[in-house]
């Protein structure tokens, strides 16, 4: 077992949007990283992925649906629905997937 402080490894990340893996579980990827206000590009996975906003605002645009996410809540993207990041997401967000992805 191990733990780790996700809002202290994310606000040492050099680079927003930039994951870090913290660890696995079964076949999923658990990563954090930090948003910064900017927005990023559509995006599509062949798997769900978890999006889990440990603090802070994630603001999404899932299937050209305007979609907030604040500390606490997570969203769960499903497999091939296209989805962005749009601009004023900031704070930490922890992301699980499927390896590989």
């Given at each position: 077992?191990?733990?780790?402080?996700v809002n202290e490894i994310a606000a040492a990340l050099p680079d927003?949007?930039?994951?870090?893996?913290?660890?696995?579980?079964?076949?999923?990827c658990v990563?954090?990283?930090r948003m910064d206000e900017l927005p990023v590009e559509v995006e599509t996975h062949a798997a769900a992925e978890a999006l889990l906003?440990?603090?802070?605002t994630l603001e999404l645009?899932?299937?050209g649906r305007e979609v907030s996410v604040g500390a606490g809540e997570m969203y769960v993207v499903?497999?091939?629905v296209p989805h962005a990041v749009?601009?004023?997401?900031r704070g930490?967000?922890?992301?699980?997937?499927?390896t590989g992805e």
């Amino acid at each position: 077992m191990s733990l780790s402080n996700v809002n202290e490894i994310a606000a040492a990340l050099p680079d927003a949007w930039n994951s870090r893996p913290l660890g696995a579980v079964g076949t999923a990827c658990v990563k954090v990283l930090r948003m910064d206000e900017l927005p990023v590009e559509v995006e599509t996975h062949a798997a769900a992925e978890a999006l889990l906003v440990m603090d802070g605002t994630l603001e999404l645009l899932v299937g050209g649906r305007e979609v907030s996410v604040g500390a606490g809540e997570m969203y769960v993207v499903a497999a091939g629905v296209p989805h962005a990041v749009r601009p004023g997401s900031r704070g930490t967000l922890v992301i699980v997937e499927a390896t590989g992805e």
